[in-house]
């Protein structure tokens, strides 16, 4: 327990000490208030995945020689996301695509250091593919990088990614307890009390965020937790952990479908469509119109972790059970489509209606 309070604060402290020292490294560092996503209202530092970092090299220090052998590795498999994620928060000059490649590269370098890829999926033709080890490898790798990509497209309101992502982590962690594989336990709930320590000082005023290298290295490491898990643990599979990551993971399946149905539009082109979008605009806005615009954006995040702890929770009680995993996944895409199609075209309903953008997106 001392230990994770010693990691909170020294997160938490690093966040603060890089908020108080902007106007030294603010030319660089500095997230601009113009932009497609942007809802916040003054320039304000977007590298917080140093605070990150830092904290989770006090637990590699802090961490006794089993729980850094496992946590040793996956650090240094984090190092290229970390690396072009902060190349992207300092120049902006980092393309998506490359970015993308440099989250694969940490999936592969993961395996290359622990030998482990994913071959539980729990779809028996899938696993037989997968048990030829460069099919593996790829498949690991492109699965790494779509969830570590899937946490920045939600990183965009005070809070909500750091929250979310702390949620997944204890819930991954409480599905390794519960299995009896306490050292991977205790990893998660590292990374979760991280995660938290520098939620302190993003949520709900916003004054820093994680950036493209704090999301890149925490969806990283999510998602070779999720790797992990099944592969340590082979009485449960894939689909347990791909419902603890189903927020993330569905906001990117429908983000892609909806974009690709956008005439002039590319897959991967910045929107203001995302279910957060909705809820900060047609809820928040709403129930709270006359709150400060900082303390609406820092309000829409709890909202939204409902959206990663129901999923989660049910992986949590069915971790051993895959009929039942594959029905909580069905229902958690159901639900998406229903609540977007509520906040979108006013109807609990599913079409390909709601995979259009509304007038008011269409003219952003």
Partial sequence: MPSYLIIFTVTALAAAAL?????????????????????????TPRVGGLAILLGLATAWLLASQQIRTLLGPMLLAGVPAFVFGLLEDVTKKVSIRTRLLATMASGALAWYLTGIAMQNTGVPPLDLVLGFTPLAVLFTAFAV????NAINIIDGFNGLATGAVAIM????????????????????????????????????????????????????????LAVLLPMR???????????????????????????????????????????????????????????????????????????????????IIFAKDTPMLIVGFALAILAYAAVYARLTQFRWCFSPVTLRPSPEVSSI
């Fill in 145 to 148: 990088g779509g969830v570590a």
């Fill in 233 to 315: 643990n082979p009485q449960v599979n894939a689909f347990a952990t791909l419902l603890v990551c189903a927020y993330p993971v569905l906001e990117v399946m429908f983000s892609v479908r909806r974009r690709h149905n956008r005439q002039g539009h590319h897959p991967g082109q910045a929107d203001k469509a995302h279910l957060h979008h909705f809820i900060h605009r047609r809820v928040i806005c709403k129930l709270f119109p006359q709150a400060d615009a900082k303390l609406q954006n820092g309000l829409t995040s709890p909202l939204c972790w409902l959206c990663a702890a129901l999923p989660a929770g049910w992986a």
């Fill in 19 to 43: 908020v108080i020292t902007q106007k030294w490294h603010g030319r660089f560092s500095h997230d601009t208030a113009r932009g497609v996503q942007n809802h916040h209202t003054e320039p």
């Fill in 169 to 224: 982590f204890g819930a991954l962690g409480l599905m390794a307890g519960s299995l009896g594989d306490n050292t991977l336990a205790t990893v998660c709930y590292l990374f979760a009390v991280c995660t938290l320590g520098f939620g302190a000082v993003n949520w709900p005023l916003g004054k820093i965020f994680l950036g493209d290298g704090g999301a890149y290295l925490l969806g990283f490491l999510l998602a070779w």
